[in-house]
């Protein structure tokens, strides 16, 4: 057995095809795809070092240097259970304190537009998972403390609704999920580049913004609310929207279709937070 | 029937919290016994369970703020030495906000529940 399988941080493929270009499309970004294995569809074709099996455009983005376990070595069986050990994730987590800050700051700036090209060669699943836990954590509290509040000021009987956390819970770990893998599949089928990861990471800190807009919507001004629903969901939505559409124009004429449902769905989103969470009936 | 939601919350969250705080480490690149982990935010839980029982005792909502934020603190306190020298130093903060939240929700259940 090779020594790849024993060692945690030994990714590199010990093999048959020798990986000659591979170096080369280590920092690959998003327009620059390549190999992809539909057909051609206006998206140019670079096809480097002939010996090279096709390899799906995704899996050079989401996999740094060649170690994706393949059918066709001998840790085929390991390849498959390889998924489930910590190792296999590793590479998304490297990240450092001032990588996650600079991220952050990078999502409240909506009309930038370069959050994916800083993100293309390091895309990272800390920021997506912790966001969505600071917030659910933040709208169970908010929302609890804000139907307290509304309780206490009219002396009616309060109880602590448990319900808050395991829907906001739902609500969010479900959104990061589904959506980036629904994005991906449409993406594929238009074959317009993407990565699967980068969509994560992407729609993750996409999110930071509601963690701040749920602090001020402790305000009991129904119209303030509204207003703080709205800019936070325009700008999310404007977010996601504009670092989405700067890299899928090749996908052909429904990219504005694609990038104005992710938009519309992002302020959907905002929407239904701010209805469950801080319409308050006493 | 609500007593049961709610024990099932506070152990959930800490059960669930406690594994994927120690995963968390690993996955940044840290290194630390998996068990030896589970242990140890366990037991730095030990403060707010003090919290919790005068809480129990007291009915005051402010006092309870009171008492939660210093048991809190102290829990972190606890905590920081271990989880900090398990990481990379540029990876401290990443590796300790985690923590610092599953204790502040830990409190905010003290607080919320009567």
Redesign the interface.
């Known amino acids: 057995m090779s020594g790849g399988y024993t060692s945690i941080d030994n990714q590199k493929v010990s093999g048959s095809v020798p990986a000659v270009s591979d170096p080369g499309r280590i920092p690959v970004q998003f327009t620059d795809s390549g190999l992809q294995t539909f057909p051609p569809s206006g998206v140019q074709g670079k096809i480097s070092g002939g010996a090279q099996p096709p390899r799906d455009a995704d899996d050079s983005f989401s996999r740094p240097v060649g170690g994706s376990p393949r059918g066709s070595e001998e840790s085929q069986g390991g390849g498959w259970l390889h998924k489930f050990t910590?190792a296999a994730?590793?590479p998304?987590?490297?990240?450092?304190?001032?990588d996650?800050l600079d991220r952050l700051k990078e999502s409240l700036y909506p009309f930038r537009g370069t959050f994916t090209e800083k993100t293309a060669t390091n895309p990272d699943l800390?920021g997506p998972f912790?966001i969505c836990?600071?917030l659910i954590?933040v709208a169970a509290?908010i929302g609890?403390f804000v139907t307290y509040i509304a309780h206490k000021l009219r002396d009616k009987e309060w109880?602590?609704d448990?319900n808050l956390?395991?829907w906001s819970a739902g609500v969010f770990y479900g959104y990061v999920t589904l959506v980036p893998l629904v994005l991906f599949v449409i993406l594929k089928y238009f074959s317009a580049p993407s990565g699967l990861v980068q969509l994560f990471c992407l729609y993750g800190y996409s999110l930071f913004i509601f963690i701040p807009a749920m602090c001020l919507s402790v305000v009991p001004l129904e119209i303030f609310r509204w207003i703080i629903a709205g800019v936070a969901g325009f700008m999310s939505a404007t977010f996601v929207a504009l670092n989405l559409k700067a890299h899928i124009t090749s996908a052909g004429e429904s990219w504005f279709l694609i990038v104005a449902s992710i938009f519309l769905l992002q302020l959907a989103l905002s929407v239904v937070l701010k209805l469950y969470l801080f319409t308050v009936s006493v | 029937m609500?007593q049961s939601?709610?024990f099932a919350?506070a152990f959930a969250l800490l059960a669930a919290g406690a594994v994927i705080l120690t995963?968390?480490v690993?996955?940044?690149?840290g290194h630390i016994i998996f068990f030896q982990s589970l242990s140890l935010l366990g037991y730095c839980l030990f403060p707010l369970d003090v919290g919790a029982l005068i809480c129990m005792m007291e009915g005051n909502v402010i006092l309870k703020m009171i008492v939660v934020s210093v048991t809190l603190a102290w829990s972190s306190w606890a905590a920081y030495p271990f989880m900090s020298s398990a990481v990379?130093p540029?990876?401290?903060?990443?590796a300790l906000?985690?923590v610092f939240?599953m204790y502040?929700?830990v409190g905010?259940l003290i607080i919320?529940?009567?």
Do not use: C, H, Q
Not at chain 1, 92 to 98: E, K, L
């Open positions: 910590v994730y590793k998304y987590f490297d990240v450092d304190t001032s996650v800390y912790w836990t600071t954590f509290s609890t109880n602590y448990i956390i395991t | 609500f939601e709610v919350v995963l968390n690993l996955l940044l690149g990379n540029s990876r401290k903060a990443l906000y985690p939240l502040v929700s905010f919320a529940i009567d």
